[in-house]
C-alpha cells in the first residue's frame, strides 16, 4: 500500500481572536508552565508505606529542588502547584481550612515560602462546591476566609474544581469568587473548572463570562495515563475548535489538562505528539511526572526550548486542526514574527494512523496556507534540520511515524540571513 500521502484540499481558515473584554490581573500573559501533582500522584495519602509519593510537604519541595537543579525552571517552568488532597477533613472550630497536619507539618504558609525561596510559584487546589473531588472541605459558604487565607499564604495561582456543586451556579459562583480574590490585593491565577462541569450536565458555558472571570479552564476530561485519554482531548480540541479558540489569548487560557509526558502510557513518539500539540493549543505546560525517575529522552521533549517558544508566543493564538483525513492530520499556529500581513507559524502534522510504518506526508506551503513571496525560514524542532529559505510553491515532504508528529516552524522571511533569497522569489 501506498504510504505516501498527498494533501490536495487543506481548508485554510482565518484565525480570529474575539476582542471582548477579559480578566485584567496581569498575569500569565503567556501560558502558565510549572508541575501539578494530581496525574501521577493521585490521592496518595499513605505517608506511613509511601513517603516518597504521598501529597506532603516532602514531594513539593522535592520537586521544586529538582525544577531548579534539571533546568526545568530556566526553561520556563515556575509553577509548584498542589492538588487535591491537601486538606484535613474538617475545618477546625472557627471555619478555616487546615492542611493536613501529619502530611504538612510545616503548614502552607512554610511550604509556600519554601517555593518562594526557590524563586518558584505557588499554586494550591479547592472546589468551588460542598467538598473537592476527593471529599475534602469545599469553599462554598467560607470563600471570604479561604481567598484571605490563600493570599496570607502567599498563594500564586489557585485551581478551583467544581465538584460536589450545581453547573448552573457556576457563572455566578467562579465570578464572584474571582471578584473576592482581586479584593485581597494578592494576584493570584485563577484556573476555573467551570466550564467542563456545565458541558457535562448540557449547559451551554459563556465564555464571554468565563474569559472575563478565569486566566485559564478546563474544557474537557481529565487526562489519564494513555494514549486513548491523550487523544480524546486532540480530537475534542479539534472538533470544538470554532468555539473554544477564539477565546484564548495573553491572560485567559483553554487548558486541555496536563502534560504526561515521561510517566508509563505514552510511548516517545506519542509524547512528542502531546507536547507539539499543546504547543499549538497555547496551553498551559503543566507537567505531572515523577522528577526524579522522568527518563532523559521524556526529560528533553519537555526541555525543547523551540517547541516551548511556541507555546509561550506572545501573540497567544490558539492554533487550530487545518487538515484531518484518513488518519493525517496537520495542525498550525501563527505565531511571531509577522511581516506585513503575513504571519510565521508553527505546523505540526500528525500521524493517528497505526500502519506500523511511516507515512509521508506531502504539502506545498500555499496549501498550507503561507503565501509571502518573500518566503519562509523553515525548521524542524525536534530534528536538526534545516530547510533553509522555501517558497509558497515549494513542495515539503515529511515522514511521521506512527502516533508520532513532525513539527516544523516557518518564520516569515524578514532579515537578510540569507542575502541570495531574492533571486529564487523572482524566478518562483
Ligand atoms: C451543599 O450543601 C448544602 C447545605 O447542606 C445543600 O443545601 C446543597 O444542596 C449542597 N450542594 C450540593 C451540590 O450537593
Ligand atoms: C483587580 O481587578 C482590577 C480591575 O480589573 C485589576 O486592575 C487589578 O490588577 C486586580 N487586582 C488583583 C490583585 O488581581
Ligand atoms: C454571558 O456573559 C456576558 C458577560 O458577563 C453577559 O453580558 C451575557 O449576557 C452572558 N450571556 C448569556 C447568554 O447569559
Given at each position: 500500500?501506498?504510504q505516501?500521502?498527498?494533501?490536495?484540499?487543506?481548508?485554510v481558515?482565518?484565525?480570529?481572536?474575539?476582542?471582548?473584554?477579559a480578566?485584567?490581573n496581569?498575569?500569565?500573559?503567556?501560558?502558565?508552565?510549572?508541575?501539578?501533582?494530581?496525574?501521577?500522584?493521585?490521592?496518595?495519602?499513605?505517608?506511613?508505606?509511601?513517603?516518597?509519593?504521598?501529597?506532603?510537604?516532602?514531594?513539593?519541595q522535592?520537586?521544586a529542588?529538582?525544577?531548579?537543579?534539571?533546568?526545568?525552571?530556566?526553561?520556563g517552568?515556575?509553577?509548584?502547584?498542589?492538588?487535591?488532597?491537601?486538606?484535613?477533613?474538617?475545618?477546625?472550630?472557627?471555619?478555616?481550612?487546615?492542611?493536613?497536619?501529619?502530611?504538612?507539618?510545616?503548614?502552607?504558609?512554610a511550604?509556600s515560602?519554601?517555593i518562594?525561596?526557590?524563586?518558584?510559584?505557588?499554586g494550591?487546589?479547592e472546589?468551588y462546591?460542598?467538598?473537592?473531588?476527593?471529599?475534602?472541605?469545599?469553599?462554598?459558604g467560607?470563600?471570604?476566609?479561604?481567598?484571605r487565607?490563600?493570599?496570607?499564604?502567599?498563594?500564586?495561582?489557585?485551581?478551583?474544581d467544581?465538584?460536589?456543586?450545581?453547573?448552573?451556579?457556576m457563572?455566578?459562583?467562579?465570578?464572584?469568587?474571582?471578584?473576592?480574590?482581586?479584593?485581597?490585593?494578592?494576584?493570584m491565577?485563577?484556573?476555573?473548572?467551570?466550564?467542563?462541569?456545565?458541558?457535562?450536565?448540557?449547559?451551554?458555558?459563556?465564555?464571554t463570562?468565563i474569559?472575563?472571570?478565569?486566566?485559564?479552564?478546563?474544557?474537557?476530561?481529565?487526562?489519564?495515563?494513555?494514549?486513548?485519554?491523550?487523544?480524546?482531548?486532540?480530537?475534542?480540541?479539534?472538533?470544538?475548535?470554532?468555539?473554544?479558540?477564539?477565546?484564548?489569548?495573553?491572560?485567559?487560557?483553554?487548558d486541555?489538562?496536563?502534560?504526561?509526558?515521561?510517566?508509563?502510557?505514552?510511548s516517545?513518539?506519542?509524547?512528542k505528539?502531546?507536547?507539539?500539540?499543546?504547543?499549538?493549543?497555547?496551553?498551559?505546560?503543566?507537567?505531572?511526572?515523577?522528577?526524579?525517575?522522568?527518563?532523559?529522552?521524556?526529560?528533553?521533549?519537555?526541555?525543547?526550548?523551540?517547541?516551548?517558544a511556541?507555546?509561550?508566543?506572545?501573540l497567544?493564538?490558539?492554533?487550530?486542526?487545518?487538515?484531518k483525513?484518513?488518519?493525517?492530520?496537520?495542525?498550525?499556529?501563527p505565531?511571531?514574527?509577522?511581516v506585513?500581513?503575513?504571519y510565521s507559524?508553527?505546523i505540526?502534522?500528525?500521524?493517528?494512523?497505526?500502519?506500523?510504518?511511516?507515512?509521508?506526508?506531502?504539502?506545498?506551503?500555499?496549501?498550507l496556507?503561507l503565501?509571502?513571496?518573500?518566503?519562509?525560514?523553515?525548521?524542524?524542532?525536534?530534528?536538526?534540520?534545516?530547510?533553509?529559505?522555501?517558497?509558497?510553491?515549494?513542495?515539503?515532504?515529511?515522514?511521521?511515524?506512527?502516533?508520532?508528529?513532525v513539527?516544523?516552524?516557518?518564520e516569515?522571511?524578514?532579515?537578510?540571513?540569507y542575502?541570495?533569497?531574492?533571486?529564487?522569489?523572482?524566478?518562483?
Amino acid at each position: 500500500m501506498n504510504q505516501c500521502i498527498s494533501i490536495f484540499y487543506i481548508t485554510v481558515i482565518v484565525f480570529v481572536t474575539e476582542y471582548t473584554k477579559a480578566l485584567e490581573n496581569g498575569l500569565v500573559r503567556t501560558p502558565p508552565m510549572g508541575w501539578l501533582s494530581w496525574e501521577r500522584f493521585r490521592c496518595n495519602t499513605d505517608c506511613k508505606n509511601d513517603p516518597d509519593n504521598c501529597i506532603s510537604e516532602r514531594l513539593f519541595q522535592v520537586m521544586a529542588d529538582l525544577l531548579i537543579t534539571e533546568g526545568y525552571a530556566a526553561a520556563g517552568y515556575e509553577y509548584v502547584n498542589v492538588d487535591d488532597c491537601w486538606l484535613e477533613k474538617h475545618r477546625s472550630p472557627n471555619g478555616q481550612l487546615i492542611a493536613d497536619r501529619s502530611r504538612f507539618p510545616s503548614g502552607m504558609r512554610a511550604l509556600s515560602d519554601y517555593i518562594h525561596s526557590k524563586g518558584l510559584k505557588f499554586g494550591i487546589y479547592e472546589d468551588y462546591g460542598n467538598y473537592t473531588c476527593a471529599g475534602y472541605p469545599g469553599i462554598i459558604g467560607h470563600q471570604y476566609e479561604d481567598a484571605r487565607l490563600f493570599a496570607d499564604w502567599k498563594v500564586d495561582y489557585v485551581k478551583l474544581d467544581g465538584c460536589y456543586a450545581f453547573p448552573h451556579e457556576m457563572e455566578k459562583g467562579y465570578s464572584e469568587f474571582q471578584d473576592i480574590l482581586n479584593k485581597t490585593g494578592r494576584p493570584m491565577v485563577f484556573s476555573c473548572s467551570w466550564p467542563v462541569y456545565q458541558i457535562y450536565a448540557g449547559i451551554r458555558p459563556n465564555y464571554t463570562s468565563i474569559k472575563e472571570n478565569c486566566n485559564l479552564w478546563r474544557n474537557y476530561d481529565d487526562v489519564q495515563d494513555s494514549w486513548v485519554s491523550v487523544e480524546s482531548i486532540i480530537d475534542y480540541y479539534g472538533n470544538n475548535q470554532d468555539l473554544i479558540a477564539p477565546n484564548s489569548g495573553p491572560g485567559h487560557w483553554n487548558d486541555p489538562d496536563m502534560l504526561i509526558v515521561g510517566n508509563f502510557g505514552l510511548s516517545y513518539d506519542q509524547a512528542k505528539t502531546q507536547f507539539a500539540i499543546w504547543s499549538i493549543l497555547a496551553a498551559p505546560l503543566l507537567m505531572s511526572v515523577d522528577l526524579r525517575t522522568i527518563r532523559p529522552e521524556f526529560k528533553e521533549i519537555l526541555l525543547n526550548r523551540k517547541i516551548i517558544a511556541v507555546d509561550q508566543d506572545p501573540l497567544g493564538i490558539q492554533g487550530r486542526r487545518i487538515y484531518k483525513h484518513r488518519g493525517i492530520e496537520i495542525w498550525s499556529r501563527p505565531i511571531n514574527p509577522i511581516v506585513g500581513t503575513f504571519y510565521s507559524y508553527a505546523i505540526a502534522f500528525v500521524n493517528r494512523r497505526a500502519d506500523g510504518t511511516p507515512s509521508d506526508i506531502s504539502v506545498t506551503l500555499k496549501e498550507l496556507g503561507l503565501i509571502s513571496l518573500n518566503g519562509y525560514v523553515v525548521e524542524d524542532l525536534y530534528e536538526n534540520v534545516d530547510y533553509g529559505i522555501l517558497y509558497p510553491s515549494t513542495k515539503i515532504k515529511v515522514k511521521v511515524n506512527p502516533s508520532g508528529v513532525v513539527m516544523l516552524k516557518a518564520e516569515v522571511y524578514v532579515d537578510a540571513k540569507y542575502p541570495n533569497s531574492y533571486k529564487y522569489v523572482f524566478s518562483l
